[in-house]
């Protein structure tokens, strides 16, 4: 897997990942079941759910996963 290690700055609003895959979708906190994450989801009635998770990290909790993407102290994912 491939991965920037700079922070991304809080001021990036939608999903680099989501944006390769053909996506505009902002980054928001999501939950699977290794935990939270910083991501992309879709509600749109041909692609509802999930589009990527753009964060390395997983969090323990939606308070700081919130706390990371607001503070850019999380490392972007590379590549599909």
Known sequence: ???????????QQCGKLAQEAGFDLPLQPLHSQRGWYIGTFSDDNSVFGPVSRESVEYFSSAELAT???QDGTWTQRCGL
């Not at 491939?2 to 001021?11: C, F, G, K, L, R």
């Open 67 to 69: 706390q990371a993407l």
């Open 1 to 11: 897997m491939n991965t920037t290690n700079a922070t991304v700055s809080s001021s």
